[in-house]
Protein backbone atom coordinates (compact mmCIF):
# COMPACT_ATOMS: atom_id res chain seq x y z
CA UNK A 1 0.00 0.00 0.00
CA UNK A 2 0.69 3.47 -0.73
CA UNK A 3 0.08 6.70 1.27
CA UNK A 4 0.12 10.18 -0.46
CA UNK A 5 -1.28 13.33 0.65
CA UNK A 6 -2.83 15.64 -1.21
CA UNK A 7 -4.71 18.96 -0.30
CA UNK A 8 -8.13 20.08 -2.81
CA UNK A 9 -8.57 23.14 -3.59
CA UNK A 10 -11.97 23.63 -4.36
CA UNK A 11 -15.55 22.49 -3.32
CA UNK A 12 -16.63 19.59 -4.62
CA UNK A 13 -20.16 18.19 -5.21
CA UNK A 14 -21.69 14.55 -5.25
CA UNK A 15 -25.22 13.45 -6.17
CA UNK A 16 -26.44 9.69 -4.79
CA UNK A 17 -28.35 7.62 -2.65
CA UNK A 18 -27.84 6.88 1.16
CA UNK A 19 -27.31 4.05 2.54
CA UNK A 20 -28.49 3.83 6.25
CA UNK A 21 -28.02 1.09 8.44
CA UNK A 22 -26.26 -0.59 11.79
CA UNK A 23 -22.87 -1.70 11.30
CA UNK A 24 -23.80 -5.33 11.15
CA UNK A 25 -25.81 -4.35 8.08
CA UNK A 26 -24.56 -2.09 6.71
CA UNK A 27 -22.60 -3.92 3.62
CA UNK A 28 -26.09 -5.03 2.44
CA UNK A 29 -27.42 -1.63 2.54
CA UNK A 30 -24.65 -0.25 0.62
CA UNK A 31 -24.60 -3.09 -1.81
CA UNK A 32 -28.32 -2.21 -2.51
CA UNK A 33 -27.65 1.81 -2.62
CA UNK A 34 -25.14 1.40 -5.40
CA UNK A 35 -27.48 -0.77 -7.54
CA UNK A 36 -30.31 2.13 -7.66
CA UNK A 37 -27.29 4.34 -8.18
CA UNK A 38 -26.38 3.09 -11.19
CA UNK A 39 -29.59 1.99 -12.17
CA UNK A 40 -30.52 5.71 -11.92
CA UNK A 41 -27.39 7.43 -12.93
CA UNK A 42 -29.07 8.61 -15.88
CA UNK A 43 -31.40 10.79 -14.13
CA UNK A 44 -28.11 12.80 -12.14
CA UNK A 45 -27.11 15.63 -14.36
CA UNK A 46 -23.31 17.18 -14.83
CA UNK A 47 -22.05 13.62 -13.91
CA UNK A 48 -17.93 14.63 -14.32
CA UNK A 49 -17.13 10.60 -14.71
CA UNK A 50 -19.80 7.81 -15.67
CA UNK A 51 -16.98 5.11 -14.67
CA UNK A 52 -16.35 6.95 -10.97
CA UNK A 53 -18.24 6.25 -8.31
CA UNK A 54 -17.72 7.57 -4.54
CA UNK A 55 -18.40 5.88 -0.93
CA UNK A 56 -18.95 8.55 1.14
CA UNK A 57 -19.17 8.79 5.04
CA UNK A 58 -19.49 11.01 7.55
CA UNK A 59 -17.03 11.16 10.46
CA UNK A 60 -19.40 8.74 13.08
CA UNK A 61 -17.90 5.38 12.52
CA UNK A 62 -15.44 4.97 14.98
CA UNK A 63 -17.04 2.98 17.49
CA UNK A 64 -20.56 4.23 16.43
CA UNK A 65 -23.11 0.89 17.40
CA UNK A 66 -25.99 3.10 16.30
CA UNK A 67 -27.53 4.26 12.64
CA UNK A 68 -24.59 4.82 10.09
CA UNK A 69 -25.17 6.44 6.91
CA UNK A 70 -23.05 5.79 3.43
CA UNK A 71 -23.60 7.83 0.44
CA UNK A 72 -23.36 6.21 -3.14
CA UNK A 73 -22.17 8.74 -5.33
CA UNK A 74 -21.30 10.29 -8.53
CA UNK A 75 -19.23 13.37 -8.28
CA UNK A 76 -21.25 16.52 -10.37
CA UNK A 77 -19.70 19.78 -11.99
CA UNK A 78 -22.75 21.68 -10.82
CA UNK A 79 -25.49 20.63 -9.02
CA UNK A 80 -28.97 21.35 -10.76
CA UNK A 81 -32.24 19.21 -10.75
CA UNK A 82 -31.75 16.73 -7.79
CA UNK A 83 -33.47 13.66 -8.63
CA UNK A 84 -36.52 12.62 -6.26
CA UNK A 85 -35.27 10.47 -3.25
CA UNK A 86 -31.36 11.21 -4.06
CA UNK A 87 -28.92 13.45 -1.85
CA UNK A 88 -26.09 16.18 -2.91
CA UNK A 89 -23.43 16.68 -0.74
CA UNK A 90 -20.53 18.93 -1.10
CA UNK A 91 -17.05 18.75 0.43
CA UNK A 92 -15.04 21.61 1.04
CA UNK A 93 -11.30 21.64 0.40
CA UNK A 94 -9.09 20.46 3.09
CA UNK A 95 -6.01 17.77 3.20
CA UNK A 96 -6.30 14.86 2.97
CA UNK A 97 -4.30 10.97 3.15
CA UNK A 98 -4.99 9.08 0.24
CA UNK A 99 -4.62 4.92 0.60
CA UNK A 100 -3.83 3.26 -2.37
CA UNK A 101 -5.52 0.34 -1.75
CA UNK A 102 -4.69 -2.96 -3.86
CA UNK A 103 -6.41 -6.54 -2.66
CA UNK A 104 -10.29 -8.21 -1.67
CA UNK A 105 -12.75 -5.64 -0.71
CA UNK A 106 -13.82 -8.19 2.32
CA UNK A 107 -10.17 -6.87 3.41
CA UNK A 108 -10.27 -3.03 2.36
CA UNK A 109 -10.34 -2.40 6.39
CA UNK A 110 -6.93 -3.21 6.37
CA UNK A 111 -6.07 -0.10 4.80
CA UNK A 112 -7.25 2.18 7.46
CA UNK A 113 -5.11 0.34 9.59
CA UNK A 114 -2.34 0.83 7.58
CA UNK A 115 -3.06 4.53 6.92
CA UNK A 116 -3.51 5.19 10.77
CA UNK A 117 -0.15 3.86 11.60
CA UNK A 118 1.41 5.64 8.64
CA UNK A 119 -0.42 8.96 9.59
CA UNK A 120 1.05 8.74 13.61
CA UNK A 121 4.59 7.58 12.41
CA UNK A 122 4.79 11.57 9.77
CA UNK A 123 3.28 13.52 12.64
CA UNK A 124 -0.58 13.18 11.40
CA UNK A 125 -4.06 12.39 12.81
CA UNK A 126 -7.17 12.13 11.14
CA UNK A 127 -9.38 15.18 10.75
CA UNK A 128 -12.98 14.14 11.87
CA UNK A 129 -14.38 16.98 11.30
CA UNK A 130 -15.10 16.08 7.64
CA UNK A 131 -16.33 13.19 5.28
CA UNK A 132 -14.23 10.47 4.40
CA UNK A 133 -14.73 9.16 1.13
CA UNK A 134 -13.76 5.88 -1.08
CA UNK A 135 -13.07 6.41 -5.16
CA UNK A 136 -14.14 3.48 -7.11
CA UNK A 137 -13.35 3.04 -10.77
CA UNK A 138 -12.97 0.15 -13.53
CA UNK A 139 -10.26 -1.15 -11.62
CA UNK A 140 -12.40 -1.75 -8.09
CA UNK A 141 -14.38 -4.89 -8.44
CA UNK A 142 -15.85 -5.51 -5.29
CA UNK A 143 -18.43 -8.42 -6.48
CA UNK A 144 -16.05 -10.77 -6.87
CA UNK A 145 -13.32 -9.56 -3.92
CA UNK A 146 -10.44 -10.55 -6.17
CA UNK A 147 -6.98 -9.72 -5.98
CA UNK A 148 -7.05 -7.05 -8.47
CA UNK A 149 -9.43 -4.99 -7.05
CA UNK A 150 -8.24 -1.51 -6.57
CA UNK A 151 -9.51 1.50 -4.45
CA UNK A 152 -8.73 4.61 -3.47
CA UNK A 153 -9.52 5.74 0.35
CA UNK A 154 -9.30 9.53 1.11
CA UNK A 155 -9.17 10.09 5.08
CA UNK A 156 -9.70 14.14 6.56
CA UNK A 157 -6.20 14.66 7.93
CA UNK A 158 -4.05 17.88 10.16
CA UNK A 159 -1.39 18.03 11.79
CA UNK A 160 -0.36 16.62 15.07
Known amino acids: ??????????ITSYVGIRAHSTMT????AVHSAFQQLTKRRDEINNVVDRKVT???TP????????????YC???VKSLTGLPHGMVHIHLLPRLYS?????????????AY???????????YTYDDVSYYFERYDEMTVIENDDESNQIAIY?????K
Open 59 to 70: PNYKGNDGMLDF
Open 25 to 28: NLGS
Open 98 to 110: VTHYKGPASRSSS
Open 73 to 75: CYE
Open 54 to 56: YGI
Open 113 to 123: DFTSKWLSDHG
Open 155 to 159: CPIKK
Open 1 to 10: MKVELIETTE
